[in-house]
């Protein structure tokens, strides 16, 4: 079996559901169900045998020591973290503690368990982290997309924490030998993204009526790949990936924010008409402090060495998960909670929009 982390959040819920279709290979899930962590994404392998969801953290060490102990998986698949940058700026403690430290309890953990391994068994062990572009910091308008070379230079305490996890997985390779394997993938997007990220907060807002909030200029690029795509990549990497190297995980589709909005908004007026368009509702609002300009992904090496290529473009990907937020509207419900609105009003009270900020 499988040991994933963080597999009741957006991209680790999507990777159970997407292994257990196509596998008959157990996971172990362990989740702390932070307020992104939720297991209505997982009701469709609830009653499913080989799925075993242990609530708890990944920094308790005496729980991964145990759970590995006694389910002795194939391999480790790490996505449990603190996520949203935004959040890491009003509060970046939790995401040092969960991603730098939880991290380090699971690579100790892991070695302590590789070490008790022989033949077979040691031979097939497999540590893959889960990790992110903006590690390598923001790119100007011509530069080359990100390669697995380019130099770190996280810029937010969410792309920090996550440099940190990854260069600590890189020692554990280098120094013990542990049989380790990093991704770097650009902005994900589809079904159970909590809506505080970019599309499904503006999916959410345009069909409740409220402002889409863009910050600063809205030209700030991302490079968008759909979900799905990135959980076929860790599939692939898992399988074949070389020891020890990081695999960078992209979409080829760099587009403005203002871009994105300006297509959910078309999406929308086609799917959900209103009685006028729903770009009438974009906000420019104040900058997120430190916002990196552009990442863009250079995906050769894992095409090269591994055949991996997005099966979605943009256009796809974009339309069929906007036709799940407008056939899930109880999970948005269901998600914006107290602890949600609070958040809402935290991140967005201050920031006012372009006018309220002029008069
Ligand atoms: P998410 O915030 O939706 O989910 C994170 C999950 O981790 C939640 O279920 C949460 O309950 C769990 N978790 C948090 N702290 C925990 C702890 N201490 N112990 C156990 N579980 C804990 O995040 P996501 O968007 O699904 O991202 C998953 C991984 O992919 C992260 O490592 C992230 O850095 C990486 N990543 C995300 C994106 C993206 O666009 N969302 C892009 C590239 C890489
Ligand atoms: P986000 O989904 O938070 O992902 P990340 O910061 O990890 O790239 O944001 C994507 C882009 O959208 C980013 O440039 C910030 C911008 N953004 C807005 O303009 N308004 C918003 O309300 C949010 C949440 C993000």
Redesign the pocket.
Known sequence: MIFVTGGAGFIGSNFVLGWLAGKDEPVVNLDKLTYAGNLENLRGVEQDARHVFVRGDICDAALVTALLGTHRPRAIVHFAAES???RSILGPGDFVTTNVNGTFVLLEAARAYFSSLNGAERDSFRFLHVSTD?VYGSLGPQDPPFTETTAYAPNSP?SASKAASDHLVRAYRHTYGLPTLTTNCS?NYGPYQFP????P?MVANALAGKPL???GD?K?V?DWLYVGDHCSAVRRVLQDGRLGETYNIGGWNEMS?LEVVHTLCDILDELAPASRSYRAQIAFVAD?PG??RR?AMDARKIERELGWKPAETFSTGIRKTVQWYLDHQDWVRNVQSGDYLKWVEQNYGARGTAQERAA
């Open positions: 949203h940058v935004d903006e969410y902005n505080e990220k970019l599309i907060l909030p863009v910050y809205g700030n991302r924010n997120r916002h990196d990442y």
